[in-house]
T-cell receptor
Framework: DAGVTQSPTHLIKTRGQQVTLRCSPISGHKSVSWYQQVLGQGPQFIFQYYEKEERGRGNFPDRFSARQFPNYSSELNVNALLLGDSALYLC???????????FGQGTRLTVV | KQEVTQIPAALSVPEGENLVLNCSFTDSAIYNLQWFRQDPGKGLTSLLLIQSSQREQTSGRLNASLDKSSGRSTLYIAASQPGDSATYLCAVHSGNTPLVFGKGTRLSVIA
């Protein structure tokens, strides 16, 4: 079975641009969460979606938005990129009722 | 607000040693605790999940324990190998809240 897949794996953007990151959860997982990990820190929660509805939002500005599609895949959008948005963005999916998170390989975003 | 602390921040050991990584959390009302491994620039690989009702979990050379009342968990690695070199992250799940992570322990196993 395929794990959580994220695309792209790396990208470089210029300050002020917009970016869209994509995530496909493990088959059967209806919950998708997004995390930001800056170098040397643990991942920080951005969003959680379950059955296409937002279930939680971390302490991030409104420049960050996300959505979940009927097939449970998800997109994370970041507008007006800042240098400080440079980080590894991680997507996780969870099977119902277990509380166990499975992570993708991440998308490395560099803002220059 | 849940806070997770991992000690030490970095650890270097010779191959073959047994070692213990520590994780502490401030709110004992947790649903479960999960240990992850992260290789440089990569995603997270789940190692062990301990439910709040459990005391420990084992997988191969890894053993994780949980003392919920004192807000502590340990990850024990037996007979360490150079391939164990990575960052180990502890994350706490408290019901409907998202995972809260520590900053991790960077482990180097020297051949």
């Amino acid at each position: 079975d395929a794990g959580v897949t994220q695309s792209p794996t790396h990208l470089i953007k210029t300050r002020g641009q917009q970016v869209t990151l994509r995530c496909s959860p493990i088959s059967g997982h209806k919950s998708v969460s997004w995390y930001q990990q800056v170098l040397g820190q643990g991942p920080q929660f951005i969003f959680q979606y379950y059955e296409k509805e937002e279930r939680g939002r971390g302490n991030f500005p409104d420049r960050f938005s996300a959505r979940q599609f009927p097939n449970y895949s998800s997109e994370l959008n970041v507008n007006a990129l800042l240098l400080g948005d440079s980080a590894l963005y991680l997507c996780a999916s969870s099977p119902p009722g277990t509380g166990k998170a499975f992570f993708g390989q991440g998308t490395r975003l560099t803002v220059v | 607000k849940q806070e997770v602390t991992q000690i030490p921040a970095a650890l270097s050991v010779p191959e073959g040693e047994n070692l213990v990584l520590n994780c502490s959390f401030t709110d004992s009302a947790i649903y479960n605790l999960q240990w992850f491994r992260q290789d440089p620039g990569k995603g997270l690989t789940s190692l062990l999940l301990i439910q709040s009702s459990q005391r420990e979990q084992t997988s191969g050379r890894l053993n994780a324990s949980l003392d919920k009342s004192s807000g502590r968990s340990t990850l024990y690695i037996a007979a360490s190998q150079p391939g164990d070199s990575a960052t180990y992250l502890c994350a706490v799940h408290s019901g409907n809240t998202p995972l809260v992570f520590g900053k991790g322990t960077r482990l180097s196993v020297i051949a």
